[in-house]
Structures are given as structure tokens and as C-alpha cells.
């Protein structure tokens, strides 16, 4: 169960740097409204330019907790939990901005798997 759990981790944490950090500014079918950028999908959910920086930093990190949460188990309940809550939010923007469900997989996918982690973390 550990090699499951360590995958997953690993996986969510990998997604974020990806989403994050390598692809932020590319637009892609899951952009939130018309949005290209992570940044101008913020925008589109009537963000503040700030919660981009926020939200961005909080998932950053999370997705290091959860790559050093491999040598200390402690801090992935508490990464998987935030990612959680933001993962909510994320799916909420999307129904904020009425956008179809096939924008909102991403998130959902992500929202699922930190809850994996989440359930295997705490067994």
C-alpha cells in the first residue's frame, strides 16, 4: 500500500509542478471561461490578480510537501488536505463560470486522487 500511495503522491505532485510552473501560460482545453493563460482563467472567474500568486504558491506548495512527504509521512495529510479544499474551489470557479463538465475533469481527477491520499495516508 505504501508503493500506492508514494505513486500517487508523486503523481499529484507532478501534475502541479507541471500545471504550475511548465504550462502556465499555455492555453489548453480545461481553461476556465475563454481563457489561454492560468493567469487570464483567474481573471475570468472575477479573481483579484493576487489569488493567482496565492493559490499558485499554495499548490507549489503542497506539490513539495507531497514530494517530501515520501521521507516524512507527516506532512501529507496536511498537503493532501489544502489541495482538497483547493481543488473545491477550482471546481467551483468552473461552475461559477458555467463551463461545460469536460473543463472541470482536471480538477475532479486531482480532487479524487488528494482524497486517495488522503484515505491511505490516514490508514
Same mark, same amino acid.
Given at each position: 500500500m505504501n508503493f500506492i500511495?508514494?505513486?500517487?503522491?508523486?503523481?499529484?505532485?507532478?501534475g502541479l509542478v507541471n500545471v504550475w510552473l511548465l504550462r502556465n501560460k499555455q492555453?489548453?482545453?480545461?481553461?476556465?471561461g475563454?481563457?489561454?493563460t492560468l493567469k487570464e482563467e483567474f481573471?475570468?472567474?472575477?479573481?483579484?490578480?493576487?489569488?493567482?500568486? &496565492? =493559490?499558485?504558491? /499554495?499548490?507549489i506548495l503542497a506539490a513539495l510537501a507531497l514530494l517530501a512527504g515520501i521521507m516524512e509521512p507527516a506532512?501529507?495529510?496536511p498537503a493532501a488536505a489544502l489541495l482538497t479544499l483547493l481543488m473545491l474551489g477550482a471546481l467551483s470557479m468552473h461552475i461559477k463560470v458555467k463551463d461545460p463538465f469536460t473543463k472541470?475533469?482536471?480538477?475532479?481527477?486531482? &480532487? =479524487?486522487?488528494? /482524497?486517495?491520499?488522503?484515505?491511505?495516508?490516514?490508514?
Open positions: 500511495l508514494i505513486s500517487i503522491q508523486v503523481v499529484v505532485a507532478l492555453a489548453t482545453a480545461y481553461r476556465g475563454r481563457a489561454k481573471l475570468a472567474y472575477g479573481l483579484p490578480e493576487w489569488f493567482y500568486f &496565492l =493559490i499558485g504558491g /499554495l499548490k506532512l501529507v495529510p472541470s475533469v482536471p480538477a475532479l481527477c486531482m &480532487l =479524487i486522487l488528494n /482524497l486517495g491520499i488522503l484515505a491511505l495516508a490516514l490508514s
